[in-house]
């Protein structure tokens, strides 16, 4: 069974810190993609990777940078925390087959005072 | 702009066989509809997914109406484990190479015993 893991499970930050949210896959999946859920909204995408080395930039990608190291690891990077960031994040892995489907960690709950 | 539309929520009773719609009237002629699930403190779970053709599996059956512009996921005899927000997604794809699942809010699905 697909599996992804986020790190850590819940996060309390302070305004102007720095955060880093950090996944892992072991599907070996080459797309792997970085949501922030919020009341009221759905699943919003905040930045995507093809593969290690590589990131893109989704709807919503001010205020985070993301890092794609390696096939398995896939970082969001707050470089300075603000409230407006406190939400809940998940982090995807896409397999190969077509159309794509998306396996998704159990997320990662940030509260930024 | 949402480019799906759901009710918030639906009621069901355990046994009964429920209906929930999904409205995505601007939908292309390239953009996959998929539906994923999703419980308290989880991420999404994948569903089923579909193009133009309605779709079976052991978890649901889409129907696709023949414009494309509503869907509607049809749950089998719900039980309580059924339980849970329902997000009806579109995925774009983009001529270089963008790609997004775009969420919805989610219909919020009870199960009474």
Known sequence: ?113 | DAKTTQPDSMESTEGETVHLPCSHATISGNEYIYWYRQVPLQGPEYVTHGLQQNTTNSMAFLAIASDRKSSTLILPHVSLRDAAVYHCILRVFSNTGYQNFYFGKGTSLTVIP
């Open chain 1, 1 to 113: 069974e697909a599996a992804v893991t986020q790190s850590p499970r819940n996060k309390v930050a302070v305004t102007g810190g720095k955060v880093t949210l950090s996944c892992n896959q072991t599907n070996n999946h080459n797309n792997m993609y970085w949501y922030r859920q919020d009341t009221g909204h759905g699943l919003r995408l905040i930045h995507y990777s093809y593969g290690a080395g590589s990131t893109e930039k989704g709807d919503i990608p001010d205020g985070y940078k993301a890092s794609r190291p390696s096939q398995e690891n896939f970082s969001l990077i707050l470089e300075l925390a603000t409230p407006s960031q406190t939400s809940v994040y998940f982090c995807a892995s896409g397999d190969v087959g077509f159309p794509e489907r998306l396996f998704f960690g159990h997320g990662t709950k940030l509260s930024v005072l």
